[in-house]
């Protein structure tokens, strides 16, 4: 299914018709806890997110039954399609701001006809008196000024006062940097009469309706767990719902780390903080997992060797891990995705981000091996490695590797990467501000990028020979060059954490290698002008990566802001508007979702005569518009 500038997927789930009853009803009541978190991902990517799908569910529904559409003039019927691509991308966001860009959508149908169609529609599908909600909601549809983006990372502006997401109302970010948060990862903070408070996100608080159905979900899938270790994270992870209290999700996550026995595992609740400009609000996500048994041997391998990993890198002896604790890596099947995850989601995670439980109890990881095959099914025959790369010998090697390197890079990145590397004692975790998250995944993306080329991996049987990093490399600057600005509207710069990673690296190589990496111009024979990464010596690079990963690893282990700025700045912001143009212009003649997402299955359970589940049954046919719409009926408090 395509549009705007998306492709939907399905993933399959291997292996799950071998597991035992139990196993199926485990996963099923933990895919329900899931699912029941979306509204509160919507409402933290903007104050007016859920009223605006809503009313957009309300007015497309309206149209399903009366088939209204086919009646309508091409004029109206142009407008009616430009709604529903509007509120497919609604759908796909969490809210009205772009899951990348965080810039505002623009619609394609006009004020007029959506005023129209809200007045039209049934005063009962409706989640506010109409004219009340026309007054709220259209203009910040309309208005490009208002709110324009969810979050804002320009430099030297008010990160938090130019920000829309739901994290902070009537503050400064001068305001939210000095305020000392009790529950930092689960709290809204709004000022009051010039005084700040805290809106703790539990049972009984914020979000509190929606939490009770996480929660009386987390308890069901208790009666079905594997082991008692598991029923213990449940417990916790319950009282943190109901308390708030950060010492008790602390304790959660450590427990979560002690449990390695059970095949099927979970995450579930307020997790990563990128949302927040400032790194320090989590946005709510879910999902659910269940061991790849054939593909664990390869996470093993790497995770019971992290010690020498450590030991090897190229950063100071005084940043390194004298001992790693707790590694835990595997290669898993998701069998459902809720929140921040879905439907656009990770291929890896390393958890959890607390750097002290990281140093003391270790961390687990994962890289999600069905979403990994289904993005490889999707791109193969598209024509992109032949538009960008700049010779057949690359193509070739690239086919030949490159599926294999992209699971081992996601492999290096989360399971050791993210866990690699110490703070220097005194220095908080989030000393960094708002270029913490990009150091970080620059952090583990250099560790993945160095150790891909290292002769270690041939003597664990993870690389073929020592051929196979060329491709991992050729690859990963070409996206940071050139490929990965197709995501980013023409005359914008890189915001999402991510991106400005993979741009910071790349940048930095063509920078700092005395030529060794290059953009070439091109004129082809019909006269068309052309760049294309060239690398002339891919040992050379990895040399360069190991300068690069030292000297970020300093910066997040001393805490040094003002590193962390420039480098950010310098090298992982800014986009060349005439590349950007000519990248844009390739892309669009492939005709290439630059954005992906998935469709969750479908699962139904099987009870017996005593209430228990005997079976859970799959489907694969629901589309996005019956999954959403089924989503927003089922797990949402009205």
């Avoid at 966001?93 to 505002?104: A, L, Q």
């Avoid at 560790?447 to 080329?453: D, H, M, P, T, V």
Wanted: glycine share 6%; with cysteine; hydrophobic share 35%.
């Amino acid at each position: 299914m395509r549009f705007a500038d998306i492709q939907m997927l399905r993933y399959d789930l291997p292996g799950f018709e071998a597991l035992t009853p139990s196993q199926k009803a485990y996963i099923y009541y933990l895919s329900e806890a899931t699912l029941w978190g979306r509204d509160i991902t919507f409402d933290q990517f903007g104050k007016y997110n859920l009223l605006i799908r809503r009313t957009l569910e309300a007015i497309y529904t309206s149209k399903l039954q009366t088939s209204e559409q086919a009646s309508e003039g091409a004029e109206d019927s142009s407008e009616a399609a430009s709604l529903e691509t509007y509120l497919k991308r609604v759908w796909f966001s969490n809210g009205i701001y772009h899951h990348y860009g965080c810039e505002k959508f623009v619609p394609e149908f006009s004020r007029e006809y959506f005023i129209n169609k809200v007045r039209e529609t049934d005063d009962s599908l409706l989640p506010l008196p109409k004219e009340q909600l026309l007054d709220t909601i259209v203009p910040v549809i309309f208005d490009p000024t208002l709110l324009p983006k969810r979050v804002n990372k320009t430099n030297g502006e008010d990160l938090v006062a130019t920000s829309a997401c739901n994290y902070y109302e009537g503050l400064t970010q001068k305001e939210v940097e000095k305020f000392s948060h009790q529950h930092p990862l689960n709290s809204t903070l709004r000022k009051i009469d010039g005084t700040i408070t805290e809106d703790v996100w539990h049972i009984g608080g914020k979000y509190g309706k929606t939490i009770e159905k996480i929660v009386d979900n987390l308890l069901k899938a208790r009666q079905y767990a594997e082991n008692e270790q598991q029923k213990k994270i449940i417990d916790l992870l319950v009282e943190y719902y109901h308390s708030g209290d950060a010492k008790v999700f602390d304790d959660y996550c450590i427990e979560w780390i002690k449990e390695t026995e059970g095949r099927i595992d979970f995450v579930n609740g307020f997790i990563e903080v990128y949302g927040d400009p400032l790194g320090i609000k989590a946005s709510w996500e879910g999902i659910v997992e269940y061991k790849d048994l054939e593909a664990c041997r390869r996470t093993k391998a790497i995770s019971d060797n992290a010690q020498w990993f450590e030991d090897h890198s190229p950063v100071a002896k005084q940043f390194k891990k004298e001992k790693v604790r707790g590694v835990i890596a595997n290669a898993v099947c998701a069998a459902m995705i809720g929140g921040d995850e879905y439907p656009s989601t990770a291929i890896g995670i390393n958890l959890p981000n607390a750097e002290w439980i990281r140093a003391q109890y270790g961390s687990k990881s994962v890289t999600i091996s069905n979403f990994m095959k289904a993005y490889d099914e999707a791109s193969k025959e598209s024509g992109f490695l032949e538009e960008f790369v700049s010779d057949a010998d690359t193509i070739s090697m690239i086919r030949k590797y490159g599926e294999q390197c992209d699971s081992l890079h996601t492999d290096l990145h989360e399971c050791l990467g993210h866990g690699s590397g110490k703070l220097l004692p005194g220095v908080s975790q989030d000393a960094l501000k708002a270029y913490g998250n990009t150091i970080e995944e620059a952090r583990a993306d250099l560790f993945a990028l160095y150790y891909i080329a290292d002769e270690k991996l041939l003597d664990l049987s993870l690389v073929p020979d020592m051929e196979a990093y060329k491709a991992s490399y050729y690859t990963y600057i070409m996206n940071g060059l050139l490929t990965q600005a197709v995501r980013i509207k023409e005359g914008s710069d890189y915001e999402e954490a991510h991106m400005r990673n993979r741009a910071l690296i790349a940048q930095w190589a063509l920078h700092h290698s005395d030529g060794n990496v290059e953009i070439r111009e091109v004129t082809t024979a019909d006269g068309e002008t052309k760049h294309y990464v060239v690398i002339h010596d891919y040992e050379k690079l990895r040399t360069s990566f190991g300068i690069l990963l030292a000297e970020i690893q300093r910066i997040k282990s001393e805490g040094d802001y003002e590193a962390a700025r420039d480098m950010v700045e310098t090298y992982g912001v800014k986009i060349d508007p005439t590349l950007h143009h000519e990248t844009l212009l390739r892309y669009k003649k492939l005709n290439i979702a630059p954005y992906k997402g998935f469709i969750n299955p479908k699962m139904t359970p099987v009870f017996d005569a005593q209430g228990q589940i005997t079976d859970v049954t799959l489907d694969f046919t629901e589309t996005m518009e019956q999954q959403m719409l089924r989503y927003s009926t089922d797990y949402s408090i009205h």
